[in-house]
């Protein structure tokens, strides 16, 4: 999804991150951002977000989101059979849209 790729430290370039590989970060970013995914998920997520800014910019905004949420509801959990199906709502509704 970014435009351009990164460079490594020997100056070659980083291939770019597919839309699959992007809608498939941004079904997962919840997971993510609630410490919920398994290590190997946490890493693959973060590093497709250190070659991908426009993925960058979106786990930016749902973190802030996040925050906003917990500063908002002082921390109340909903019921684990709540959250189970919002993730899975979540995970069948994600759209992704292209970022110009």
Not at 77 to 95: D, F, H, N, S
């Amino acid at each position: 999804m970014s435009e351009s790729s990164p460079a490594d430290a020997s100056g070659a370039t980083s291939p770019q991150p597919t839309k699959a590989e992007c809608a498939e970060l941004m079904a997962e970013v919840w997971t993510l951002l609630d410490g919920e995914c398994t290590p190997e998920t946490r890493q693959k997520l973060k590093q497709h977000l250190d070659e991908c800014p426009p993925c960058l910019r979106l786990f930016g905004i749902e973190e802030q989101f996040k925050a906003l949420i917990a500063t908002k509801c002082s921390g109340d959990k909903a019921p684990e059979g709540l959250r189970e199906r919002l993730r899975l709502e979540i995970r069948r509704t994600t759209i992704i849209r292209e970022v110009p």
